[in-house]
């Protein structure tokens, strides 16, 4: 069946199925996500590692602590 024919047909169909059929088909067409595979935790691996560059964590956690117990 062509798409000649295949709005032909639509056009003898009552509005309610028109309907139906427009919203199937808006669904089918609607751009989807793109699929993602497994990921591994290792491509986490040295992620902020700028971000902390020069900060010593012990000192970091005491810090953080200190104001845990101020609270």
Do not use: F
């Not at 032909?8 to 751009?31: C, F, G, S, V, Y």
């Amino acid at each position: 069946m062509n798409y000649v024919e295949i709005v032909n047909r639509t056009r003898k169909r009552d509005p309610a199925e028109q309907a139906k059929l427009l919203n199937e088909l808006t669904e089918m067409i609607k751009p989807q996500p793109p699929q993602r595979g497994k990921r591994s935790i290792i491509e986490l691996e040295r992620l902020g590692a700028k971000i902390w560059a020069g900060i010593d964590a012990r000192e970091y956690v005491r810090q953080m602590r200190e104001g845990w117990e101020r609270r």
